[in-house]
């Protein structure tokens, strides 16, 4: 998904967004219309106004424009989003709101997590139960380095009844938050974005979990995907097979998955928009139990690397196979297998060709000596020097 920065969350605004009543910060949808507060950064006197029609949020101004004028001093643009979110609600869900509000304390102290509050960024509540997003919707704002525990926050809400979106800096504009693409969201089952009581299931505590669809007595069954090779001794020759690739050698399948970070588990890639980038090729675990069929293997030469194997032709008795990363051969019949090493050299001209390769190692030495350098991803950080990853749960 391409990144938006927006620098306007980023720099002083003409409309703020932050200001103090005595010792307490708050925002605009904090403070009723009429009650007077002060700009953190000038010190001047300032009012609440809106939301307005044309979709901009409610914000404060300034009395006296003449002592300063509206000098949108901004000093939390964490705050500042979930106030655009509590306004583009209000005003969407206008007809049938009980509550709109920022920074609302929740009880889930009969949740199996490990707290007994919750405060949502921003917390709509209905008048009577929605068909779709049940009691109410609470956005969480996702925001540099504001980290919750996603999975357990997204439990519990579930748990209480509330729809819960975990919204990016993509989700605001200077002014405004673009309500539009939490309702896009909604709309389709499958994005990671958003859960529904309709139709989500609240995600396990435990992790290397996830919801089960055929109604298991626990709620839960076992994540049937790994990215760890669990044939670590086997000099894999992964072919194209029906839904995945299979080791003519050893049995064990593979597949190209997108990884749910929300939902924390590996996902067919079909009901998902995602680039390739995005997949890696992970293991099905069932598949231990395979039995391969039972072939003779001629091999002539010997090589280090794992072979990206593509079907180029069928002659009489077996199936030939060209590896798109060197120019090695092979042929697969019945019951036997002849790989040909020695028919050319890696490719290393530098033309990517090698891009595909693969070899599931778990957690290597490599990432463990690495002095990480993390960079934030939307809920998750990754290391530019290795390329390891961290979700909000695993620190």
């Known amino acids: 998904m391409r990144k938006t920065q927006y620098v306007g969350l980023r720099r002083p605004l003409s409309m703020p967004f932050i200001a103090r009543d005595g010792d307490d910060t708050v925002v605009p949808e904090a403070v009723s219309d009429g009650v007077t507060v002060t700009c953190p950064a000038c010190g001047e006197a300032m009012r609440p106004r809106g939301p307005f029609e044309d979709g901009r949020a409610r914000h404060f101004f300034h009395i006296n424009t003449s002592g300063g004028g509206d000098c949108g001093g901004e000093s939390d643009p964490h705050r500042k989003m979930k106030s655009l979110a509590v306004s583009g609600l209000r005003q969407h869900f206008d007809d049938s709101v009980e509550r709109c509000a920022p920074e609302v304390t929740l009880d889930v102290s009969d949740t199996p997590t490990q707290v007994d509050t919750r405060r949502a960024d921003a917390l709509l509540e209905f008048t009577d139960p929605d068909p779709l997003y049940g009691e109410g919707i609470i956005v969480e704002v996702q925001y540099h380095n504001h980290q919750k525990n996603v999975r357990a926050t997204t439990h519990d809400y579930l748990t209480r009844g509330y729809s819960v979106y975990w919204a990016s800096t993509e989700d605001f504009d200077e002014d405004r938050f673009r ?94 928009s995602v680039q390739l980038d ?88 490599s990432l463990d000596d690495c002095e990480h350098d993390w960079e934030q991803r939307e809920i998750a950080r990754v290391c530019r020097k290795c390329g390891k990853e961290e979700k909000p749960w695993d620190t």
């Open 278 to 365: 995005n997949l890696e090729f992970v293991v099905y675990k069932p598949s231990l139990d395979y039995e391969p069929r039972d072939r003779t293997f001629e091999e002539t030469g010997s090589t280090d690397h794992l072979h990206s194997w593509h079907r180029v032709s069928e002659p009489f008795g077996g199936t030939k196979y060209h590896c798109q990363r060197c120019a090695a051969t092979m042929i697969v019949s019945w019951g036997k297998v002849y790989i040909d090493h020695d028919a050319g050299s890696e490719d290393d001209d530098g033309d990517g060709s090698g891009g595909d390769e693969w070899r599931p190692e778990g957690t290597s030495a």
């Open 179 to 272: 309500i539009d693409r939490l309702t896009a969201a909604f709309a389709e089952e499958d994005e990671p974005t958003a859960f529904a009581p309709a139709y989500s299931t609240p995600p396990p505590v435990s992790p290397g979990l996830f919801p089960a669809s055929d109604g298991d007595s626990d709620g839960t069954v076992e994540s049937q995907w790994t990215p760890t090779d669990l044939r670590a001794d086997c000099h894999h020759e992964f072919i194209d097979e029906e839904m995945g690739d299979r080791c003519i050698r050893c049995g064990l399948k593979g597949q190209h998955r997108y990884y749910d970070q929300h939902r924390e588990q590996y996902r067919d890639p079909d009901i998902f």
